[in-house]
């Protein structure tokens, strides 16, 4: 970032402080993610303290006096700078998260990062004893700081508002819930339409995959994603995630099950997804705020986008399967490119989100966004929670876990008290079928492309449009300068409509 | 700790403050074993900039004006309080690194953080390379650097004290200088003695060893060590090390050579000694800078004690060497014990100090040290390095380096900054004979135990004696209070007669 930086040496300090933030918290997310991947067990107590030692000291600085005055001085000359260069845009962010980050107390910033990295320990362990009562008190304890982190903002339109803008800035609860109610309407709908047909035969998925073979196989996929080895790494964890220690190193992992390979493959190619959005922001904006995603649905878009509309199409695959009939002959050598697409894009509600459809994944979300409205509106009580995903799974899904493994502790992230993040998932299903669109428009070999095992031309395009601007600008004003369009679900919906009734007749 | 902090909030304040400390930099190494085990190739210089980072920040803390002042007060409360008591070791550790940390500007600090993370993606790429060339302007950065630290030190009786006092407190270059002259002298007639003799066949032990065999004996080695898998873990790096994140979370790397299985062996037992003297560290000491080995010299001692007294000795082989046949039966089944005791007891002076015997490896550390002093003083430059060190070493040790990889750029120190350092390595040698002798006359049963593969009354005893104490106490109190005396050449080199003499007839 050099635009106006030689000639004001305050602006230099100011990005000097962000390098100190910056390095603070790409170090706590080193230590979570070897915490996911590496840590003895016997070190969950102390990790989590660390890491919320290091949040502690990057909430001190953000919120410290220096900083506060370089940024109100710098704000003041925002007006003079090109209004999309990167200072302008630095300032923009830098602004908005401070005046976010001077609501919260530093007491609150250190017990909230201290309970969440217990609670995670806590939610291992729970969740491999399927006994939620063990994670029960630390889940209240979440969302009792949830619910105070919210009060923070007060007077908030929605309690849900606050906790929504941290990963989804300038979304309002309200809007999330009106586009929601027309998914719910026109995906339900469609959902009951498609289960009425003949399912393809999934049968063909079924077989026992070497967990060795599996490993060169997801790296095999993720090279053929573009993902850049010399700038990151793939590892395994119980749940699949990317975190950026900085752009030249991005990591991702991935799990592995002997009895599935579907799962570690399309895990892998939806944390590429994010990875090489991270890897393709702009090498200026690296060890500065604006060198991340700039949102959680943008992020979600992309790895959607990789996953589904372009893993699970029939063009992706005529490339990509004749790689894993190499490698799983024994399974896939009798089986069609045909039958493999039908099968992996079989619609069958499931309890787990991560292993669901296109078609029932958004109903996950809307499962998750109610119990999380409702917890944190007391009108239900954590301890509600077993029974309540019960009765809505049976609700949208028509189907009830047996335990809450497959249940209420599937999921890491009220764990670590991302209570807010859920909405941004299915808004990135949506956001991706808007850009699919697009560049469909604008590639129009795309198709073709793909069906050589070209990534390139699609990788592109998404970083000229998308990666390279990091943060710069807000969610909303990037799918407007991409799409012409605000988040609108009818592109996601037609997708799977034209999809879904082609595959099932 | 407890002792005096309930009663006294400003104490426990600045507990608090070396607790931030701590964090950062533990933060640091978790980053740096990362940079050594994990990191992508191209995140070099970035992983270099965030661990310069925290290493500011700690440093910033640490000499900051709150710090100083509470320190200054709770140390004059110091004489009130038990003399063996925890907060009194600590208030002086805490008061001697404060002097220390206070004569270093922290535009140093940030500066030998960074040159030194970078020199080692350079060191790196120099010795993949054998190009010492491409090295030499960082290793002059750095010899620059660490002679103006000792600068900040001045006066100073030599030049290299301050570098030594940040690896072994309260040791001065010219005691180190009178120990190696006797050693010099005794160790070098003794290897002439030996050299005249008829070696042992070595022969015996060469063949192809599997990694992944190699692996589970490593593993194995270190259980039977008493390595406590659930607060560690081992991996692999280029050069092991050990590394302690927190006290339940103390790592160690090995390196895993297909010609060699010794050196994976032998240095898996050698940082497993370094180890589990951290493991083996009082709990209330966690987290507090009196929660790491008590210097450089007291943790070799412990390494090379479980390495070369214990390890290459008769008595541990009885169990050990059985497991090892049992791994790679098809080397091993012909060799008796007996002769694999005598073979890895070989004497033969190499070019890697890694790969030394026991005999040879002080006369690796003497050419180190010359060599320090040497630069230092500006009596050689650092572009004389690669011919120095091979004049050196074929002045100790009767071989020259074909190329600079087995010459100066086969240890990682330099490249780090850790000059000062080397001499540690001879130390602890000396030390670790210093408390064998003291263990086996406490432990009568000592040697049937160890023949009997149990190493539990061996740990016990060095817990009690020593690993509990964390750095309570100075390595001279703790050489003194554990055996009665000072550090002493003697029982090293009568260790030393006793062994080879006996081996070589």
């Known amino acids: 970032m050099t635009d106006q930086s030689e000639a004001n040496p305050k602006l230099n300090r100011l990005k000097a402080i962000c390098g100190e933030i910056y390095d603070l918290n790409t170090a706590a997310a080193l230590l979570e993610w070897d915490q996911q991947v590496n840590m003895p067990p016997a070190a969950g107590q102390d990790r989590a303290m660390q890491i919320a030692r290091l949040n502690l000291l990057a909430h001190q600085i953000e919120t410290s006096t220096e900083y506060g005055e370089l940024l109100e001085e710098m704000t003041s ?11 302008f845009c630095l300032l923009r962010v830098l602004q908005r998260n401070y005046l976010r980050a001077l609501r919260i107390p530093d007491e609150y910033v250190e017990e909230f990062s201290r309970e969440t990295g217990t609670a995670f320990n806590i939610w291992e362990k729970a969740r491999a004893a399927d006994d939620f009562a063990m994670f029960r008190p630390a889940l209240e304890r979440i969302f009792n700081l949830r619910r105070q982190y919210s009060e923070f903002f007060a007077p908030h339109d929605h309690i849900y508002d606050p906790l929504l803008e941290d990963f989804e800035p300038g979304l309002k609860t309200a809007e999330v819930l009106r586009i929601f109610a027309i998914l719910r309407e026109e995906q339900t709908a469609l959902l009951q339409e498609i289960m009425a047909k003949t399912p393809p035969d ?38 699949p995630f990317t975190t950026t220690i900085n752009l030249n190193d991005v990591r991702i992992t991935t799990h592995i099950h002997e009895n599935n390979l579907i799962s570690a493959l399309y895990s892998t190619i939806h944390e590429c997804g994010h990875a090489i959005y991270e890897q393709g922001i702009a090498p200026e904006l690296n060890r500065s705020p604006l060198g991340t995603g700039a949102s959680l649905a943008i992020h979600e878009s992309q790895s959607r986008l990789w996953e589904n509309i372009v893993g699970r199409s029939r063009d992706f695959l005529t490339t990509f399967y004749p790689r894993i009939q190499t490698a799983f002959p024994e399974t896939f050598n009798t089986v069609s490119l045909e039958n493999f697409y039908r099968a992996i894009n079989l619609v069958c509600p499931s309890l787990i989100r991560t292993e669901s459809d296109e078609m029932t994944y958004n109903l996950h979300i809307m499962l998750r966004l109610e119990l999380e409205i409702e917890v944190l509106e007391k009108r239900i009580a954590v301890s509600d929670l077993p029974d309540a995903w019960r009765s809505k799974m049976q609700n949208y899904l028509g189907i009830t876990p047996n335990n809450d493994v497959d249940g209420v502790l599937q999921d890491v992230h009220w764990a670590t008290g991302a209570i807010g993040y859920f909405p941004t998932y299915a808004l990135g299903n949506l956001i991706s079928a ?28 998404l970083h000229e449009k998308l990666y390279r601007h990091g943060s710069k600008f807000y969610p909303s004003e990037l799918v407007q300068k991409i799409t012409g369009s605000p988040i609108d679900p009818k592109p996601y919906l037609d997708y799977l409509k034209n999809k879904y009734r082609e595959i099932y007749n």
Chains 1, 2 share one sequence.
């Open 434 to 461: 808007q850009i699919w669109q697009t560049a469909s428009r604008d590639l129009p070999d795309l198709s073709q492309q793909l069906r050589n095992g070209n990534t390139v031309a699609l990788r592109n395009w």
């Open 202 to 239: 999934s049968q063909i998925l079924a077989g026992n995959f070497a967990a060795d073979k599996q490993w060169l196989l997801t790296k095999e996929s993720a090279s053929l994603i573009g993902f850049d080895w010399k700038r990151g790494r793939l590892d395994k964890s119980t749940h």
């Open 77 to 87: 000359l925002r007006h003079q700078m090109p209004p999309e260069s990167d200072d």
